[in-house]
């Protein structure tokens, strides 16, 4: 296997990475590939051979559970129904990893477990509406992606040359994913991974030596990947026999204590329980319990010490909650004579006065106390650094005033992430390492990072600094020269091509000159018979010249003139720079014709003259390779070109830069143009040398987090805070808290008073309830025996007086034993005896004294409830499904709140009043304040402020101990604000205002 290449990063780092990269365990956010299996036709197989191909799909996931399904196929379903419903209420974009590394870093001593490749899925619930139905689907503009990091994690630790090895993801196709992953496999030094097939997540209970490692394993990952915790991988079991109750009367009913609230509480939420102090609350508690699960037509067991039973029956019979003892199995004899005068027992007609004003009643209270325990879930539900929802709530108020969540709520995207606590603290080390590493960077177009990643990942900062000094400097110097020579090149040719035209515009000049001089001169010498030159005038002259002498002259004045018009024509014909139509001479009627002709000419040629040093320099601008050039110009240009092509070579060879070094068009200034850009672009790059080591300390760190790490970082960087860290943290617990709002949350007082005295009067009706629904299935017993056997029970029973009790129990059978007794009380030894096995005959079981017990005989016994409650600490494997929550009778104390929110306040009021009269977290009468206001004036009492008023001074449902802190606060005559964090989560600014005005108006 490919070992570890020596880096400078610490173990730490790769550490840290692999705490992200690695998916194994599996969290509750994820699911097996391999389960879709029990969806049937090759499901996983099929989806696997879609994305492949990348080739869109739906496929409808039907989660029912038939009835011709196997056991562990019905477990399969209901995991994966559990994980679906998780992530959908996450509404993030379902990932599928695909396939795994499972590599050994023997550096670390860990064993990297990650996924190459992931596809963005959806997941939506289907249409209609069954929670059992499911649409997966895949939408080819969802691009596959490498896994990041993975790549990070491999080039930095085994100096992987990644794309040598994987073809760009567009070209992933069936076969050339195979063909990429052997070749990873080869250059990992692992077995090739042979044909794809499927295979299920290897699971943590495996041993070192059958878990499968140092391979590219066909195993796949649904669901979100760039977090993963502890995964509980216990399943339901199905088990037979009783079901458990369903506690539809969650009112206890006799007076109970505040802790013994919160047991009670957690019995009707469906949960085992321990109580610890045994000798607390019996049998009292026990039978405030049981009345409830009686007149909700349940059924109870009660597995007592011989010496405790008779308590128990009296505490039935004295509570009204039974009509007649329970059946007790003390011993065999007493027990089957006891059931022969249950079965000869004639029922009383039962009256159903009065029973719908309570349950009317009844469910008033069930629904107003149903919204206290949500709300006080809702605030304990715990969050970020293990505090609840109003602690994070004061914490964001603090982070607000001081740095706004809008500096990264406009760039980034919430839906990036996924509001975690671990996410959170992962993100959060991010940035405080990155705060500090990028202060000397100070940017994110730096020089420096036009630097390739690998220079970091693959090279320790002494070699990679090492290997830019040696290669940088004289490359810089190599175009530095480059640009002066094609610049000095491009310039001469200018100043040639400049110098040509002006030396024709000179030769034109002079022409003219000379021209016009003559025609002055020999105007004035002949006057206007000079100018004369129509058609049959020259014929004439000539005559004339015969005999004239002056005419002579003057005819030798017009040739002369002639002579040099066509001097000038001849020149511009010669080289025609510009646009003039210059007539024949023979054209010109007069020489004054002729002399404005001329002058026309000299402003065009003026007008091109003025011009030449721009069109000369457009001239050089539309210069190409092609262009045709003076011979020596061309073998210099060569020289160059051959110059500029060795030297853009060796650039690009050199093992550093992001990007290639590429030539645009053939024209020679954008050559210049390209030198002028990458001289300087080496230069900032060299300049920047003598910081290279900050820089290489900030870039390596920066590669190794994860996308919405630096999504997160550059969003900080672009908005540039006072403090990273503040807002980060105004940002991150603002979504948090709209992540895991909930309407459940109290916003408003509650008259806990009000609720207590319901409970009070509703106790009563809930006792007689349940005897008369005992004795109800006692009547209904007796008539459908006597409508089945035409005979009362009484005078059936009389049958079977020789018979065992063992048959006696077999052949009434459990729902008629239920019917006749719906509550028995027993011996350990005795159930021993009659019910060997470990079925849950009863919905509800209560075990005293276990904890004396061997745990083997206590756990058998708990064994017979379908719900478990044991007066005792027992071990945990004692119960069903092997869990139980503990509860102690002895009153909680209330631990000291954060300081957050009270320090919030403290904050905002201090503008207001003078910050010593505001104490935060201060206990008054055994209440804590979140901040306590003291009084301006002597010997009056400060204002206390309560946040969630009293839904936070008491243990889950212990709403006894809340309504007798109120009391206490009410007779000391102190005066209480009930501030609630839903208000101050909707209206944060209002609320602050109106706290402000509330507590200026006491202070007057």
């Known amino acids: 296997m490919l070992q570890p290449k020596e880096t400078s990063s610490s173990d730490q780092l790769f550490l840290a990475a692999l705490a992200q990269l690695n998916v194994l365990p599996l969290d509750e956010r994820q699911l097996d590939l391999w389960l879709l299996n029990a969806l049937g036709a090759e499901l996983p197989v099929r989806l696997m051979a879609k994305l492949l191909k990348q080739k869109e799909f739906e496929f409808g996931l039907d989660l029912r559970q038939h009835k011709q399904l196997e056991s562990t196929e019905k477990a399969r379903l209901a995991a994966m129904q559990e994980r679906f419903s998780s992530l959908a209420n996450q509404q993030q974009k379902l990932q599928l990893g695909f396939p795994l590394l499972l590599l050994e870093d023997e550096g670390l001593g860990q064993l990297v477990q990650a996924p190459i490749f992931i596809w963005e899925l959806q997941l939506e619930a289907a249409e209609d509406g069954d929670p059992r139905h499911w649409m997966l689907s895949y939408n080819s503009d969802s691009a596959l992606q490498y896994n990041e990091l993975l790549q990070n994690y491999l080039i930095s630790r085994f100096k992987l040359d990644w794309e040598e090895i994987l073809p760009p993801k567009e070209e992933l196709k069936a076969q050339t994913l195979l063909d990429a992953l052997n070749q990873l496999a080869e250059k990992l030094g692992l077995d090739a ?50 079901p458990k109750p369903l506690w539809h009367s969650k009112l206890a009913a006799l007076a109970v204590s505040g802790p013994e609230r919160t047991l009670l509480q957690a019995l009707y939420g469906g949960q085992n329980v321990q109580q610890l102090q045994s000798s607390v609350g019996l049998p009292r508690l026990p039978i405030a319990a049981i009345a409830p699960l009686l007149a909700d037509g349940g059924n109870a067991l009660v597995v007592c010490p011989l010496n405790r039973i008779e308590a128990y029956q009296n505490q039935f019979m004295e509570q009204g909650v039974l009509p007649g003892p329970a059946w007790v199995w003390k011993n065999k004899e007493e027990a089957r004579a006891q059931l022969f005068s249950l079965l000869a027992k004639e029922p009383k007609k039962q009256s159903e006065k009065e029973q719908a004003s309570y349950q009317l009643q009844l469910q008033k209270y069930l629904l107003q106390l149903q919204k206290l325990n949500q709300g006080q879930a809702a605030l304990g539900q715990e969050g970020l650094l293990g505090e609840d929802w109003s602690q994070m709530l004061g914490r964001y108020l603090g982070y607000q005033q001081e740095e706004g969540k809008q500096f990264l709520s406009r760039i980034l995207q919430k839906e990036d992430y996924i509001f975690s606590p671990k996410e959170y603290e992962e993100l959060l080390q991010a940035i405080r390492e990155q705060e500090q590493l990028f202060a000397p960077v100070r940017s994110l177009a730096h020089p ?90 020259s014929n004439r002259l000539r005559l004339m010249s015969v005999f004239s002498k002056r005419h002579q002259q003057l005819l030798a004045a017009k040739q002369q003139i002639a002579e040099e018009y066509e001097q000038l024509l001849s020149l511009y014909d010669s080289k025609r720079y510009f646009v003039f139509a210059l007539k024949e001479m023979r054209q010109f009627n007069s020489i004054n014709a002729l002399y404005q002709h001329i002058q026309e000419f000299e402003k065009r040629a003026q007008h091109w003259g003025q011009r030449l040093p721009k069109q000369m320099r457009e001239k050089v601008n539309a210069l190409e390779l092609s262009s045709i050039l003076p011979l020596d110009r061309k073998s210099q240009l060569q020289a160059l070109e051959e110059r500029l092509m ?358 007057k």
């Not at 490359?475 to 000095?488: A, G, I, M, N, P």
């Not at 290639?660 to 068009?665: I, K, S």
């Open 193 to 242: 991974p042979g044909l794809p097939k499927l295979y299920p997540c290897p699971h943590p209970q495996l041993s070192e030596e059958e878990r499968p490692k140092n391979a590219i394993y066909w195993a796949g990952i649904l669901g979100q990947l760039e977090q993963h915790e502890e995964l509980d991988s216990d399943l339901p079991l199905g088990l037979k026999g009783s």
């Open 448 to 537: 420096l990072s036009q630097l390739r990643d690998e220079l970091f990942l693959e090279n320790t900062e002494e070699a990679a600094e090492q290997l830019l000094q040696k290669e940088l400097p004289w490359k810089t110097e190599e175009f530095r020269q480059l640009h002066l020579d094609y610049s000095s090149f491009l310039d001469a040719y200018y100043d040639e091509l400049l110098l040509h035209h002006q030396q024709h515009a000179m030769a034109l000049r002079k022409q003219l000159d000379r021209l016009q001089e003559m025609m002055v001169i020999y105007q004035k010498v002949y006057g206007d018979e000079f100018g004369e030159n129509r058609a049959g005038y």
């Open 646 to 1003: 060795e030297a853009l070579e060796g650039l690009n060879a050199l093992p550093f830069f992001k990007k290639r070094f590429n030539l645009g068009a053939d024209s020679l200034p954008a050559r210049e143009q390209f030198l002028r850009d990458s001289f300087a672009q080496l230069l900032a790059i060299e300049e920047e040398l003598p910081n290279f080591l900050a820089y290489y300390r900030w870039r390596k760190h920066w590669l190794l987090l994860g996308k919405r790490g630096r999504q997160l970082l550059q969003a900080l960087i672009a908005s540039r805070p006072k403090s990273w860290e503040t807002a980060f943290k105004s940002w991150y617990y603002y979504n948090y808290l709209a992540a895991t709002y909930s309407l459940a949350l109290p916003s408003a007082g509650t008259d806990l008073q009000d609720l207590l005295a319901q409970e009070r009067s509703l106790q009563p009706h809930l006792r007689e309830a349940a005897r008369k629904n005992v004795a109800l299935r006692h009547e209904e017993l007796h008539q459908d025996w006597k409508k089945n056997n035409k005979l009362p029970l009484s005078q059936g029973s009389r049958a079977w007086q020789d018979e065992p009790l063992a048959a006696l129990i077999e052949r009434l059978g459990w729902e008629r034993i239920h019917q006749l007794s719906p509550v028995i009380m027993a011996t350990p030894a005795m159930l021993e005896e009659f019910l060997p096995e470990r079925l849950a005959h009863f919905e509800l079981v209560l075990l005293e004294s276990g904890e004396q017990m061997p745990a083997e005989r206590s756990r058998r016994l708990l064994q017979l409830g379908a719900q478990q409650w044991s007066v005792g600490e027992l071990p945990l494997s004692s119960f069903r499904g092997q869990s139980a929550a503990a509860y102690s009778m002895q009153p909680k104390a209330l631990s000291l709140p954060a300081p957050s929110f009270g320090q919030a306040l403290k904050t905002y009021l201090s503008r207001y009043i003078d910050e010593e009269r505001l104490l935060v977290n201060q206990k008054v009468e055994g209440v804590w304040a979140n901040l306590l206001v003291a009084s301006s004036r002597a010997g009056e009492k400060p204002l206390i402020l309560l946040l969630d008023g009293w839904m936070k001074q008491q243990a889950p449902g212990d709403y006894l101990s809340a309504v007798e802190a109120q009391n206490r606060l009410a007779q000391e005559g102190y005066w209480v604000l009930e501030l609630y964090s839903f208000n101050f989560w909707q209206n944060r600014a209002g609320e602050l205002r109106s706290l402000a005005a509330a507590i200026l108006n006491w202070d």
